[in-house]
């Protein structure tokens, strides 16, 4: 069992204070994501875990010991980077095997390992090969081979397929969750791409200026983020936001503007007035045009995307486009004045320092 508890560690580079007071427990053999966007601290994080950071304050404990003064070698852990970090000189197999030849390991356990590591990948044809005869694939499947051939108690992953093309990350996406399957351990994965988060997660920690925005299974943070932050980063495109106030709240309804008409919703705001100002938001997809709803909003287009399986829809609005998502493909053209469709249960609200009242 390697559950990771984090408590309340602090980083600070000189004056700017970057990791300020997270505390995580990290499942044994889960699969948690870190999200948010470049320099939310979620890379120092992993690095304090593998002790490529010092702590300045707090405590790191893998499999319930302690290991702030443990040297990383010491951790059993293994880190695998967005570089690829292969030595071009050597084969694929000596690049796998390098880490347990420094553990001074026999002959026979690093071939065993190697093997095995390389079965599990399916890069078994590769062994001979060098770095440079490889796709960029399959370096990220070396450097992962070279990480398992270790059988660490903690796998950490660094924005791994970042340097890869579409297509690539889509498909080492459901080669790292069929990895994680296999060897039951315990992953912890940096990313800026909430759809890697979404779709590879137990669990995802959505971060935000150091600190934990919202820590929770990937549906529980698309259904009910707890913060306009984490409303607009979880989703794509991003959540729809529209500056509100309340008309009135009580008897379970409230009663919001919505471009100069009534928006009803099946909830009472404690803590607030009429007169308050509100943010609703609501996402793309949730939304529908020239459709029967409980309000409606007319818009012109000014951009449509086709994508096959679907049309993004831009609509002018003052501030930040405004984007419909239609199953399939739609007749909508530019400059068509069109009128969206607001479902209330879809909706959610956000006071004026951006906290949820779902």
């Not at 390991?105 to 390389?118: L, M, Y």
């Not at 994680?180 to 995802?204: F, G, K, N, S, W």
């Not at 409980?294 to 399986?309: Q, T």
Request: with cysteine; net charge neutral; charged share 25%.
């Amino acid at each position: 069992m390697t559950e990771i508890n984090i408590n309340k560690i602090n980083k600070y580079y000189g004056k700017n204070h970057i990791i300020k007071d997270v505390s995580l427990d990290i499942k044994s053999e889960s699969f948690t994501v870190l999200v948010g966007p470049s320099g939310c601290g979620k890379s120092t994080i992993l690095r304090m875990i593998a002790g490529l950071e010092d702590i300045n304050s707090g405590t790191i404990s893998i499999g319930g010991q302690v290991v702030n003064d443990l040297p990383p070698k010491q951790r059993n852990i293994a880190m695998v980077f967005q570089s690829y970090a292969l030595y071009p000189h050597m084969t694929v197999f000596n690049n796998m095997a390098f880490g347990l030849k420094l553990e001074k390991r026999s002959k026979d356990e690093i071939n065993e390992r190697v093997i095995e590591a390389a079965k599990i990948l399916q890069i078994e044809d590769y062994l001979d090969r060098k770095p440079k005869q490889l796709s960029g694939g399959q370096r990220q499947r070396v450097a992962i081979g070279r990480a398992i051939t270790r059988k660490p108690q903690v796998f950490l992953f660094d924005e791994p397929l970042s340097n890869l093309d579409a297509a690539l990350r889509v498909q080492m996406r459901v080669e790292l969750a069929k990895l994680h399957d296999q060897l039951d351990a315990t992953m912890i994965y940096v990313t800026h791409d909430q759809t890697e988060a979404m779709t590879m997660a137990d669990e995802i920690v959505v971060l935000d200026q150091g600190i934990v925005s919202q820590k929770g299974e990937p549906l529980e943070l698309y259904n009910k983020p707890s913060n306009q932050f984490v409303g607009g980063f979880i989703g794509s495109p991003k959540m729809n936001f529209v500056d509100s106030k309340i008309l009135s709240s009580k008897n379970d309804k409230t009663e919001i503007d919505l471009f100069g008409s009534k928006l009803v919703l099946s909830k009472t705001l404690e803590n607030s007035s009429n007169g308050d100002s509100v943010v609703l938001g609501v996402r793309p997809e949730h939304l529908h045009i020239n459709k029967k709803a409980d309000a409606s909003w007319e818009s012109k287009v000014f951009v449509v995307e086709k994508l096959g399986s679907g049309t993004f829809v831009y609509l002018e609005k003052e501030g930040d486009p405004f984007v419909v998502e239609i199953k399939g493909d739609s007749d909508i053209k530019i400059g068509d004045i069109v009128k969206v469709g607001f479902e209330a249960s879809r909706c959610h609200l956000f006071d004026k320092s951006g906290k949820s009242f779902n």
